[in-house]
């Protein structure tokens, strides 16, 4: 009830005090200071034009299949001048390097075995050439893609010569080539700056028993690599990141003895189909590209839920 109130009927106020109660709130509103302006934060922009079109090259290790693949292309697409490197197949780098240049952009072919490390120096001295030579942009980008599986094993019938093989690959190799791109990239080393892309896996998650265990225990050292070297170089300019696909079709499970497999683990994904190589290249681009300017450290799931 309104104070002083008998019943019911004197809960509403007289309408002549109701009117002179509402004139006053509008002189009062009237009368009040202007509430002053509202600044909001300014945050620089994201990248400013001259430098969005400043030419950059990205080498993608392992770039002539599958995820290394579809990441030139787009990378291409995005405006990259590309380094495509491969380990055996010079047919099917170089066509992947004309897709490059039907896109508009220059591309290279290097061939190096990122489990060695000479020939990791030796393919970052040739892209040094070619830069200096004025036949590509600067190295502004690395994707770590090159890795190997291997056929289906318990750890106790592994071989020495096997683990060998993938930790000599998945993480030697993305060490030393994430080493070289930082002496290059780092602006403790006179670079401008630059963004590494590391490619892990769903296993490092899950395990991969009775399969590859070796597999997931490389990928799980590349999770922590990542997150490592991010916070070693995240005031050097330099960001880093991983992404980690799921089921995807490409020919390495051709590699592991079972070409079918995407499709046969199909079931297994929440979303009920395998991801394809162009889904993950986008993930790839997203983190290299200055729109993903403040994530360092990220390791981003491709997995459709899995």
């Known amino acids: 009830m309104w104070p002083g109130a008998r019943g019911r009927g004197d809960r509403q106020l007289p309408a002549a005090r109701a009117r002179a109660l509402s004139i006053a709130r509008v002189s009062t509103a009237a009368n009040r200071p202007a509430d002053p302006p509202v600044t909001l934060?300014?945050?620089?922009?994201v990248t400013p034009p001259a430098a969005a079109a400043a030419p950059r090259t990205v080498l993608v290790t392992g770039g002539s299949r599958?995820?290394?693949?579809?990441?030139?292309?787009?990378?291409?697409?995005?405006?990259?001048?590309?380094?495509?490197?491969?380990?055996?197949?010079?047919?099917?780098?170089?066509?992947v390097a004309a897709d490059v240049r039907a896109r508009g952009r220059r591309a290279f072919v290097v061939q190096a075995d990122v489990g060695e490390e000479a020939q990791v120096r030796a393919m970052f001295a040739a892209l040094d050439a070619e830069v200096a030579a004025g036949r590509l942009a600067p190295l502004a980008g690395l994707v770590n893609n090159a890795g190997v599986v291997d056929w289906p094993s318990r750890v106790d019938e592994m071989s020495g010569a096997r683990i060998e093989r993938m930790f000599r690959i998945n993480v030697f190799g993305s060490m030393w080539c994430a080493r070289e791109a930082l002496r290059r990239l780092s602006t403790k080393h006179g670079g401008a700056g630059g963004s590494i892309v590391n490619l892990g896996s769903a296993a490092s998650r899950i395990g991969a028993a009775g399969q590859y265990v070796d597999y997931a225990a490389s990928k799980g050292a590349i999770d922590v690599f990542t997150l490592g070297l991010a916070r070693e170089v995240a005031t050097e300019g330099v960001r880093v990141n991983a992404v980690?696909?799921?089921?995807?079709?490409?020919?390495?499970?051709?590699?592991?003895?079972?070409?079918?497999?995407?499709?046969?683990?199909?079931?297994?994904?929440?979303?009920?189909?395998?991801?394809?190589?162009?889904?993950?290249?986008?993930?790839?681009?997203?983190?290299?590209?200055d729109e993903a300017s403040y994530s360092t450290g990220t390791v981003l799931d491709v997995t459709g839920g899995r």
């Not at 599958?66 to 380990?87: C, E, F, P, S």
């Not at 980690?244 to 497999?261: C, E, K, Q, V």
Request: charged fraction near 20%; glycine fraction near 10%; hydrophobic fraction near 50%.
């Open 41 to 45: 934060p300014v945050t620089p922009s």
């Open 66 to 95: 599958g995820i290394g693949a579809a990441a030139a292309r787009l990378a291409a697409a995005r405006g990259w001048d590309v380094a495509v490197n491969y380990t055996r197949d010079a047919a099917a780098a170089e066509a």
């Open 244 to 289: 980690r696909p799921g089921i995807i079709d490409t020919d390495i499970h051709a590699s592991g003895g079972n070409p079918d497999r995407a499709r046969q683990m199909a079931g297994a994904v929440p979303m009920q189909r395998a991801g394809s190589a162009e889904e993950v290249a986008l993930a790839i681009l997203w983190l290299l590209s």
